[in-house]
């Protein structure tokens, strides 16, 4: 993968007691090989032996597409979380994924607004059925 932080390897750190998620085909990057979505999903999770995997939206604030998700999960067994544009209008997305990374949508300025923070947990709840825990 080529970033602004230069090329990154697909080697997961193996530190005990630290959860690695794989942000695949992530937007701010571009990788050397460009395989499919589903092929990176597969070295992902075959090769950094991640926790899970994450999907995003091709810029900040836009949610993963749902075809993404979708061959996301067709080549992982592994938990796929949503990486990027969760917020009150697009919880619909938290249906179709096991988790999401939540950031933007509940800040004011730089600081986290614990109130929004809130209201989107309560949504988040009202829009899920019950469904089975996510367990990092």
């Not at 701010?28 to 032996?49: D, K």
């Not at 993963?64 to 990486?83: F, K």
Request: hydrophobic share 45%; proline share 8%.
């Amino acid at each position: 993968m080529l970033s602004e932080s230069g090329i990154l390897l697909p080697e997961a750190p193996y530190v005990s007691g630290v959860k690695v998620l794989a942000d695949v085909h992530v937007k701010h990057g571009l990788t050397i090989y460009p395989p499919s979505l589903g092929e990176a999903v597969e070295t992902a999770s075959t090769r950094a032996r991640p926790d899970a995997i994450v999907i995003t939206g091709r810029k900040t604030g836009e949610p993963p597409d749902p075809v993404s998700i979708a061959i996301a999960r067709a080549h992982t067994d592994l938990p796929v979380l949503a990486g990027s544009g969760i917020c009150f209008n697009t919880l619909n997305v938290l249906k179709i994924v096991d988790g999401a990374i939540i950031g933007t949508c509940l800040k004011r300025g730089v600081e986290v607004d614990l109130d929004k923070a809130r209201r989107l947990v309560s949504g988040a709840k009202a829009i899920l059925k019950p469904r089975r825990p996510l367990v990092l």
